[in-house]
């Protein structure tokens, strides 16, 4: 993990032109590039190679879960994209298809804990016992323990999860806001300066950017913020 953090823009738009424009915007400041469902299914992998022919780095967000071979089939088939790191959701027989799957190639695979868009209420819905922190801790060594490159998890989650998990593990928190800005259909966020201070090593920022008058200027003073972190 690099000593420095890391400042991931999401491109979560509806088309590809969209997520061309957000990249011109934002060249020479940002070269690091989420590409989730969203654009994925329509025409984003396609651009995703793109963007790594031209030298950005790409993180898909597709938090894979199947039954171990269509796991395994599916990490092999982005390795060989090129792309530098893909989610995987914290499952421990997912990720060690995932790990098994990627070995000898670059790409860095994500656990997904906890998603930042659910609280201790969402997890008693979905039939899990415990709070948030506490399953997500739980994720957090088994995805350790499977060999994963890093872990998901909110800003909230950072600090008790760089102890897990050590300092050569990524972690990457979503879920990142500017101090008093609204935090969207997000439930456990901080800022960036916050997520640093706690251990994060890439923090992903979306609509923050994206919906900015001025995305350069507003990269910029994230970027500013997680330097004087």
Known sequence: MSDRATL???LDLATVAEARSVVRDLEGLVSFYKIGYQLAFTGGLDFARELTAGGARVFLDMK????DNTVARGVAAVAAMGVSMLTVHAYPRAMAAAVAAAQGSGL???GVTVLTSMDDGDLAAA????DSGALALRRAQQALDAGMGGIVCSPLEAAAVRAVV???LAVVTPGIRRAGAGADDQKRTS???DAIRAGASHLVVARP??????RPAAAQSILAEMQSA
């Open 8 to 10: 991931i823009v999401g």
């Open 64 to 67: 894979l879960l199947d039954i």
């Open 108 to 110: 860095c695979l994500l």
């Open 127 to 130: 039939g899990y016992g415990g």
């Open 166 to 168: 050590g300092s050569d």
């Open 191 to 193: 800022t960036p300066g």
């Open 209 to 214: 950017i994206l919906n900015a008058v001025d």
